[in-house]
Every structure is written in structure tokens, then in C-alpha cells.
């Protein structure tokens, strides 16, 4: 893609990422591209490449929508989410002062926004956490990828009809992952985020009608063995 086309997709992809946009919507190409600030071409070239990522669907006699996710793609997500996630704490070594308080200020604004009843700010917060896990790795290849899933996991949780209380356990678990982390507990905060994960997949399979997996640790064995 063009620098000008990767530029407008991230901007849809971000959008989606932070709730803004939702699973249905429909996005007309004239409008969106007056908005962004590119020519239809370019707009084109970016809804392609979110069409491509999943993240967006074209649909006869309605055009490019916001893709519906279904159970199969909540368990597809976080497979790859758990593989990803913990090694990511697995491999960052001892994170410095700017990454654990990059950890801690997505934990501080998911409990704010709990405090006032915002619980989209509450998923906002708590993308901004898990972004900021995968940044542990170092890794832009893995950050982008994350990306990817972050738009995914978004419309996931706007499935769950009581948001309040899917959301307020994982405050909890995001403030006690980012403890070990910076206590040097990376094995323990690896485990912590596997089990997190797994109980999450297994409400939003349920919430999607899907029937959750049968799941365990076995990502971890060659990990820990070769430290």
C-alpha cells in the first residue's frame, strides 16, 4: 500500500479499536474520504486491506461494512492471543520504568473509567493494557500484528450485554499482572495472563452462542524449559 492508503487504514483500524466503530457499519466511501483526507483511490486501497484483515467485510447492494464476528472467531482470536501474550511477558526481560508505567497508566484509566460507569472506557483502558503487553516483546511485528487483533477483540466485547460486569474482573487482573511484572515475576505474570485469557474466551464463545474449547498451559513448557 501507499503510505497515504496504510495511513488511512490505520486510522479506521484505530477506530474501531476504541469502540467507534461497530460491528454493521456501513462506511461510504465519498464521506470517509473527505474525512480522512485522501482521494477515493487511496480510501479504496485502505478498505481493501482492513477487507483482507477481517476487520471489515464487503456486502452485495450495501458496500464495505464493519465485519460481524461469530464464536469461531473469538476462539481463533485468543488461540493466537495466548500464544502471543504471555511469551511476550515470557521474553521481555526486566522491563524498564517507561514500560511498567506505560502498564500502570492503562490500569489506572480502566479503574477511572469504572469509577464513573464509563465501560467503554473501561475496554478503551483495557486495550491500551494489552497493546502494552505485546510492546514488552519489543518487537513492531508483533505490535502490528496486535493491532490487528486489538480491532477484532473490540467487536467482541460488544457483544456482552452486561459490560460492567465482564469488565470489572479484568481490572483486578490487569492491576495484579502489572504487580508481577514489575516485581521481576514474569513466569508468574505469564500464568496469571494465560488463565485471564482463557476464562475471557470462554465468556465470549458462551455470549456468541459457540461452545468454548477445552484449554490448557501446554504453551508454556518450551518456553520456561529453554530459560
Known amino acids: ?18 469502540g467507534l466503530l461497530r460491528s454493521g457499519t456501513r462506511l461510504p466511501e465519498e464521506r470517509l474520504a473527505q474525512a480522512i483526507g485522501v482521494s477515493r483511490n487511496t480510501l479504496r486501497e485502505a478498505l481493501s486491506q482492513l477487507v483482507a ?9 450495501r458496500g464495505v461494512v464493519v465485519t460481524t464476528p461469530d464464536a469461531d472467531d473469538v476462539a481463533d482470536v485468543y488461540r493466537v492471543r495466548r500464544l502471543i501474550e504471555p511469551a511476550a511477558l515470557l521474553t521481555a526481560g526486566t522491563p524498564d520504568e517507561a514500560q511498567v508505567a506505560r502498564l500502570r497508566s492503562a490500569v489506572d484509566e480502566g479503574t477511572a473509567a469504572a469509577a464513573r460507569g464509563d465501560w467503554a472506557g ?4 483495557n486495550q ?22 486489538l480491532a477484532e477483540m473490540r467487536l467482541f ?22 504487580d508481577l511484572v514489575e516485581a521481576g ?18 465468556q465470549l464463545v458462551t455470549a ?14 518450551p518456553v520456561v524449559t529453554a530459560r
Open 208 to 221: 456468541f452462542g459457540g461452545t468454548p474449547r477445552q484449554i490448557g498451559h501446554t504453551w508454556l513448557t
Open 1 to 18: 500500500m501507499s503510505t497515504s492508503a496504510d495511513r488511512a487504514a490505520r486510522v479506521l483500524r484505530e477506530q474501531v479499536v476504541e
Open 122 to 125: 473501561v475496554a478503551s483502558a
Open 53 to 61: 484483515e477481517r476487520i471489515l467485510v464487503r456486502e452485495p447492494n
Open 185 to 202: 515475576r514474569a513466569t508468574e505474570a505469564a500464568h496469571r495472563l494465560d488463565d485471564y485469557l482463557a476464562s475471557a474466551e470462554h
Open 128 to 149: 491500551h493494557f494489552h497493546r502494552a503487553v505485546v510492546a514488552l516483546a519489543g518487537s513492531t511485528r508483533l505490535d502490528a500484528q496486535m493491532d490487528l487483533l
Open 157 to 178: 466485547f460488544h457483544q456482552m450485554n452486561q459490560p460492567g460486569d465482564f469488565h470489572q474482573p479484568y481490572l483486578t487482573e490487569n492491576a495484579a499482572i502489572t
